[in-house]
């Protein structure tokens, strides 16, 4: 989020084409400071934050609230009439705008949730509470999904295939492209992909609000909006999150921290489906200490346990992409929703047996992944990820913990746990 309130700022003195169209312009000067973009930005952070696990309604509700009472406290903002107009009124309606406010404003969504199912429902509800024509709500789900791909690590070529299909924006054009006849224009449709554009060749977060500012337009939002993205995809240099934090007022510190902390919760959350798979591991212990493995069936009757009550495994994985880049998919996202979406994710294969066969990694615990070389994981249901297995015919099965007490459990006895589970919930097979 700070990432679009520092892009807005950058970019304030140069709205209304003043920017010279060039990337060489100073960062900050005595004009530089927040506008609408940001306290429409924090006013909507403010909101989601506080109507987590809420029900739709609920949510639109507290966004009118939250936006009338963050716009009402800064009515020198730099709003644009129809949303002065409603700011300021007593009806909160939707007025129909396609304006570039629903994407300027919509970045919590792309933090916040943990499917690009999620984000893109949460980012419509944002921009519809006033920009409900379909133009508005799409700039909005665009730039949300965009920080979420780029968030989980996604490339650049794969978010813009995703923008390109999803959302039917061009990204075909270059800056160089859109830069001579680009204008001051505050419609979704000819602001969301010249930001989408910048950010794609930028080459770190600066030269991203550079490339952004150097287009001209409606530069703050251009900007809010690229540097939205670009902090998801290469964080934000400390000096400038600093430079930031003190430019703008305390209350809008405080939003931020709150919706840093509601992140780092959610986060926490998650991790609680490994919680309980210490039974796992000592079931492993055991059936490896037994004499001949005779605790098999136990072994198999704990995994199946955990299954049903819900637990989840660390999984590591990768990108063959041809880049190698790492990507991390999402925590509660069905297996084949998650392949759906990224075409390029595979699972890291880190062991072979001595008989030359290929074996799939799972850790129960953060602290079994920390035994060994680092590697990106990803929180996925065992039911998720040994469904998934079983149709990899070429895996000879999981291999368990491999930096600590490990175990391989073949293809065919995943099948039996999954026929297992399937047969009536655990009658026997």
Not at 176 to 189: L, N, Q
Not at 328 to 351: A, C, G, L, P, W
Request: glycine content about 10%; aromatic content about 10%.
């Amino acid at each position: 989020m700070i990432g679009a309130i520092l892009g807005d700022i950058i970019g304030s003195p140069y709205e209304f084409d003043m920017g010279g169209k060039t990337k060489d312009f100073p960062l900050f000067s005595r004009s530089s400071g927040f506008t609408d973009d940001s306290v429409m930005t924090v006013a909507v952070a403010d909101a989601l934050v506080k109507t987590l696990g809420k029900t739709d309604g609920e949510i639109r509700n507290a966004l009118v609230k939250s936006m009338k009472l963050w716009g009402r406290k800064y009515p020198d903002a730099g709003y644009g009439y129809r949303f002065c107009k409603w700011l300021s009124g007593e009806k909160n309606d939707p007025y129909g705008s396609y304006g570039n406010g629903s994407a300027m404003r919509v970045s919590a969504a792309g933090w916040l949730y943990d499917s690009l199912q999620e984000t893109r429902h949460y980012a419509g509800i944002t921009a519809a509470v006033t920009h409900n024509h379909p133009e508005g709500i799409k700039g909005a789900e665009a730039v949300a999904s965009a920080i979420y791909m780029s968030r989980k690590g996604m490339t650049k070529a794969a978010i813009k295939d995703y923008i390109t299909q999803e959302f039917g924006y061009d990204l075909s054009r270059t800056c160089d492209e859109i830069r001579p006849g680009y204008h001051h224009v505050e419609s979704c449709m000819e602001t969301v992909p010249e930001a989408i554009t910048a950010f794609i060749e930028g080459e770190d977060f600066e030269d991203v609000i550079r490339t952004a500012v150097s287009l001209g337009g409606d530069c703050d939002t251009l900007t809010c909006i690229a540097g939205s993205i670009a902090e998801a995809f290469y964080g934000i240099p400390k000096e400038l999150e600093e430079k930031c934090l003190a430019m703008i007022p305390e209350d809008f510190r405080n939003v931020i921290a709150g919706f840093n902390l509601a992140r780092k919760q959610a986060v926490e959350v998650r991790t609680d489906g490994l919680r309980g798979n210490s039974i796992i591991e000592r079931a492993i212990e055991s059936y490896c200490g037994s004499e001949e493995h005779k605790d098999i069936l136990e072994l198999l009757s704990v995994i199946w346990g955990r299954m049903t009550d819900g637990g989840y495994l660390l999984v590591p994985v990768y990108d063959l992409n041809g880049d190698d880049e790492i990507v991390v998919v999402s925590n509660n996202v069905s297996i084949e929703e998650s392949f759906f979406v990224r075409r390029d994710v595979h699972y890291k294969m880190q062991t072979m047996s001595n008989d030359g066969k290929v074996w799939l990694v799972a850790y129960t615990s953060i602290g079994e992944s920390e035994k060994g070389d680092p590697s990106t994981l990803v929180s996925m249901p065992i039911s998720s990820f040994l469904r998934a297995a079983v149709k990899m015919k070429e895996k000879a099965g999981v291999f368990f913990n491999p930096w600590g007490t490990s175990i391989l459990i073949p293809m065919e006895i995943i099948e039996v746990i999954i026929a297992f589970d399937t047969n009536d919930n655990g009658k026997e097979v």
